[in-house]
């Protein structure tokens, strides 16, 4: 099935991605950012926040936004 | 949803031409001309110092033109990201997009006349100091711009003398978004509003401290008017003259009112090296080595002291001295009564002009 996944670490941009049937939130994290922790970011389903055990459904939209991101100044 | 839908209505398919507009304004391709030609021109300069040996200069054009080099690469990738991703939402995206806001945010307000969507963030806090809420407040008409979005501190918690400043990263009500651009340059160019504004919010929950106006442990502090250093706010003096902010290591106090005073406001002595203030020991003469007050006090108590000790060997010598009938012959002359001559003498030196 194919998802739209948003991953607002860095880039930000949105990907149609082809997933397996039945795949939770908590795989589709693991899957797509190995390294992070899911309680460093907010992880929304269709804009609605979710949890890690949801069953993902056709055309759903994925957002991972990071806990922290890093302001500057304009010097 | 909160908002009614007639306004509602109307502010998105405002919000879409916007970003129509948007749209549009970037796919006229506007390569970087003006920062490869800076490139140029510094290549050209570097090559001429290095050819006349000015070794200095050529290391400063280097710099630069790393500088230059870096920024240019930055122009490419963004151009490069921004064209194909750049598309009109729907209106039913956009509605979705502020629902989306609403699920996200308290308050989520359209104002048509205005022209701004304005979501209001929950308190802001960074290492214990208490931000309050900020209004991020979006003008649509004016997204081709830098100054589409204004962060506006509801509850403000400014550093002493900074009016400016509401957030270690918001100068002038402009949120510097640091390591976020990316990611709102992404959302606005695919409409997804809620994203943008769900990251301008993780933007302000987070304190970067080598990348602030004001570091959050010198949120407080003031700047020592005399050193210029930076002093928090359990450390800082005030000068009780002028009311300029001091360290402690700069506040003289004054030993006869004890109030702290910045060196412009103080005196200080130069025999004992204590600083006054100019209240408790006013200029009153042109003598530049003035004694302060203590001094003159002590001097006096000294001379005092010595008219006392006169007095008393006065009176003490007084009776010894025989009454002498004094004869023209005999001026300048004095008996005197018979002791040792150790006492004598000292008596002599007690007398004798200083």
Redesign the interface.
Known sequence: MRLLF?N???????DEIDVTDGLTVRQLFEQRLPQGQPGDY?I?VN???TTGDTVLQPGDRV?I??????????G | MSLDLRTATRGLVAIQAALARRVSHQQAIMLPHGRWQRLCRLQTHYQIAGQRGWSAAASHLQIQWQQQLGWFETDLQVLQ?RLP?AVVPSLRTLY??L??LE?EFEQVTLDLAATTLTVTSDAIVLEDLDFGPFALRWNWERLPTDDALTVVALEPLRPDGRDDLTH??V?DD???????W??????LA?G?L??YF??LR?????Y?FD???QALTHWFAVTCHDCGMQVTADDRRSCARCGTELCDSCAAYCPDCNEPHCHRCQRTCDDCESAWCRACWPRTTGIAAEPCPRCVVAANSATDLEDERDDETQTNLAPAIPTVEVHADCLGEMALAAGSGTDRDQRFRDFAPS
């Open positions: 948003i607002n670490d860095g880039g930000g941009f949105a907010l929304r804009r609605q926040p957002t936004t990071p806990l922290k991101i890093e302001g500057a100044f304009q | 990201r991703t979705d997009e629902r989306g699920q270690p990263h100068l402009r949120l510097c978004v640091g390591d976020g990316l990611g709102l340059e992404a959302a695919t997804r809620s994203d769900v990251i993780q933007v302000l929950r987070t970067n990348s602030a106006y």
